[in-house]
């Protein structure tokens, strides 16, 4: 019998290897699927623009390791902010999150991770906001042409720290393939930050929530924070999720030699997550 969820390995939990290695390397740690990374550098913005055989060679690939790729994180657009105030730079993450829907619905991506920011390195202005929403709004209808669902990431600034947030804008698009993919260990911090509580927020998403970003952090820092060093209450963060019908999470982490290995990850989330049927 199928089990009752599936668990994701970020891309960058592994070493810059071949995709037959990365493949090999979540198989063997017992993950059901890879998350792929579309960030700032351009050699991973360059993978939208590969060509239809080199992707239909990943996908052949995938098929033979048996281990798919199923979420697609596009962080490229904190960068290329989709509200940002220069129009060539706007222009730049549209095209990115435009053919990043496309390999997406190549590579057979279900969920591809919007970033919660209207501008990262730039002021925030109602223009800014503006701008972000009828870019989204634009998006929406690209991905939903393709069959592929866009997920807020919640993160790091008070742009879109939390869940209750992203759900404002959830509801001025209002669409089936605009939902929230949250990222537990951003809005963690911005409960401490606020004196309010993550799991609470978490609820407020009922009904919109894609997937589970299960990440750690400690206040004011957000990445590369060994799980277990921090404050992400998981246990408590899997079992609301879970209650909300959420079946699909990632665990995000990065790759650090003599650190943590997916392996031991994948034991510990897969304890964790097997609990909860």
């Known amino acids: 019998m199928k089990k009752a969820y599936t668990l994701g390995l970020y891309e960058k939990a592994m070493p810059d290897v071949s995709w037959k290695e990365k493949l ?5 740690a017992g993950y059901d699927f890879v998350e792929i990374s579309i960030d700032a550098t351009e ?6 623009y590969s060509s239809k055989q080199e992707r239909r ?74 701008r972000f929403v009828e870019n989204i709004r ?40 605009l939902k929230i993919y949250p990222d537990i260990g951003n809005t963690t911090n911005a409960a401490v930050l606020h004196g309010t509580d993550p799991i609470e927020d978490l609820k407020k998403g009922r009904g919109q929530l894609l997937a589970l970003h299960l990440k750690e952090t400690c206040p004011e820092h957000y990445r590369e924070i060994p799980y277990g060093t921090g404050h992400v209450d998981f246990e ?29 990850v994948r034991a510990r989330f897969g304890e964790l997550l097997d609990r909860q049927h």
């Open 24 to 28: 090999s390397i979540a198989k063997d």
């Open 57 to 130: 060679e990943l996908v052949d690939l995938c098929f033979e390791m048996e281990m798919p790729i199923r979420t697609l994180n596009a962080s490229a657009l904190t960068k290329y902010s989709l509200g940002n105030p220069d129009p060539a730079v706007c222009a730049r993450g549209m095209e990115i999150a435009e053919r990043s829907i496309e390999l997406a619905d190549d590579l057979g991506v279900r969920i591809m991770m919007i970033p919660g920011y209207d501008v990262y390195y730039e002021p925030h202005s109602e223009e800014t906001e503006q």
């Open 43 to 48: 050699a991973r913005i360059s993978r939208v």
């Open 236 to 264: 408590a963060a899997v079992r609301t999720a879970w209650e909300l019908g959420v079946r699909r999470y990632v665990t995000e982490f990065w790759y650090k030699e003599g650190g943590e290995t997916p392996k031991e």
């Open 138 to 177: 634009r998006l929406e209808r690209v991905a939903s042409c393709a069959g592929v669902q866009l997920g807020f990431e919640t993160m790091e600034n008070e742009f879109m720290n939390t869940v209750e947030k992203a759900m404002h804008y959830i509801g001025l698009v209002n669409s089936n393939y």
